[in-house]
């Protein structure tokens, strides 16, 4: 992203401090400083994410501003500040209402604890902060976080249940308790749970979230873990290529290529001529011998690899109709021409056929189509003499 730091007057100004952090990825922070011309640059490896930007100058007003990155390309935009003291800082709100000061405090040091990765200090002190006031949402939802970080799944979801009944739209709490149930195995209520996540039209964003975090764990050599939030983010966004791409690029080379299969099969739904897709979903299938299934992806794989995928079923028809399958290998000689009905050979092959069945009129016709295609076959004057005996 580019961006240009004006004033009021829409004069450049240079010497700008800009901080950039993430609320969505806790380890980004970049500072910038404008130049001359008041411009600055940043990049960013995380799709979808929001950025908070925030401009520090002498003389100036602080001010902060939200975008997301994204996808891929260059962005352009342009940053107002005016002059001015700045705004005074002093009457900050705490995190948390409440009229119990004990409360905030225990809050206060729960949240603390929980940055600096505490889980069991920060799960202390929000049971504290509960017993002094028992309706502060946000300590449920933090002791919800806290328990599923601990992998108790069961306390993370009904810490999630008991923010929901102090607020019953609160989007963290209906992700939270999507993913406590889903992570107990809970499939009924896991359903229940996404289905009024996803009314709360939040699903197609925590979808990308979940998908940075599984980027975020490849890059760290948590293939699993980096898997595991792939499924996640494809299962609250069906739609979401990056999710599916990732599942079944990482489902292949972990040999689970059943899995792989799959999310190749949704990608090609969705653009039936990704090459990618196409061919992993052909290679998955070889893998697991499914003949049915490898023959279909086989076909579809003649739309970006037309050469191979039409040699590939030509040998294997002809291998089968050598050994004596004529029944077998007849739907594969004409599937061959559904997709290229310029071979030759497979003419001659139906050709044989139709005369083993009797069909002395289906015979002549293929192969007549046979000599006329590849008058210089070795085997075109015995199908002349053939047709001439029809």
Not at 22 to 33: A, I, N, Q, R, V
Not at 77 to 105: H, K, M, R, W
Not at 301 to 316: H, I, R, S
Request: net charge negative; hydrophobic share 40%.
């Amino acid at each position: 992203m580019i961006g240009t730091v004006v004033d009021g007057d829409g004069n450049p100004v240079a010497g700008v401090t800009v901080i950039i952090t993430s609320p969505d990825l806790g380890s980004f922070y970049e500072t910038k400083t404008t130049k001359k011309n008041g411009t600055f640059a940043v990049g960013f490896s995380d799709a979808y994410l929001a950025y908070l930007y925030k401009f520090e100058k002498d003389g100036y007003q602080e001010r902060s501003v939200e975008f997301k990155a994204a996808r891929s390309g260059i962005t352009r935009n342009e940053f107002t500040i005016y002059a001015g003291a700045p705004q005074d800082a002093g009457d900050a709100v705490t995190a948390v209402d409440s009229a119990s000061n004990e409360a905030i405090l225990a809050f206060n040091e729960a949240l603390a604890a929980f940055n600096e990765d505490d889980l069991d200090t920060a799960a202390m002190k929000l049971q504290e902060t509960l017993v002094a006031d028992a309706e502060i949402h946000q300590a449920h939802l933090l002791l919800s976080e806290v328990y599923a970080k601990q992998g108790k799944y069961q306390e993370a979801a009904t810490s999630a249940e008991a923010a929901l009944v102090l607020v019953p739209q609160s989007n963290d709490g209906l992700r939270l308790r999507y993913q406590a149930y889903r992570s107990l195995g809970n499939k009924d209520k896991a359903e229940e749970a996404f289905e009024a996540f996803k009314a709360a039209g939040e699903a197609a964003e925590e979808a990308k979230r979940v998908y940075n975090e599984g980027i975020a764990f490849d890059k760290a050599g948590d293939g699993e873990a980096a898997f595991e939030k792939f499924l996640q983010a494809a299962e609250m966004d069906p739609n979401m290529k990056l999710a599916q791409t990732a599942i079944m690029a990482m489902a292949f080379k972990t040999e689970r290529y059943a899995e792989a299969a799959k999310a190749a099969e949704q990608l090609i739904i969705n653009n039936p001529a990704d090459p990618q897709a196409l061919r992993v979903r052909y290679d998955s299938y070889v893998k697991l011998e499914d003949k049915e299934n490898r023959l279909d992806a086989l076909l579809g794989l003649a739309k970006v690899d037309p050469e191979f995928a039409v040699g590939t079923l030509l040998n294997e028809a002809a291998a089968i109709f050598n050994a004596g399958d004529y029944k077998t290998s007849k739907p594969m000689f004409e599937r061959i021409l559904s997709v290229d009905d310029s071979q030759p050979k497979v003419y001659y092959f139906l050709g044989l056929i139709a005369v083993n069945e009797g069909d002395n009129a289906a015979a002549k016709q293929h192969l007549s189509k046979f000599v006329e295609l590849d008058p210089e076959d070795p085997d075109a004057g015995s199908a002349k003499e053939m047709i001439g005996y029809l």
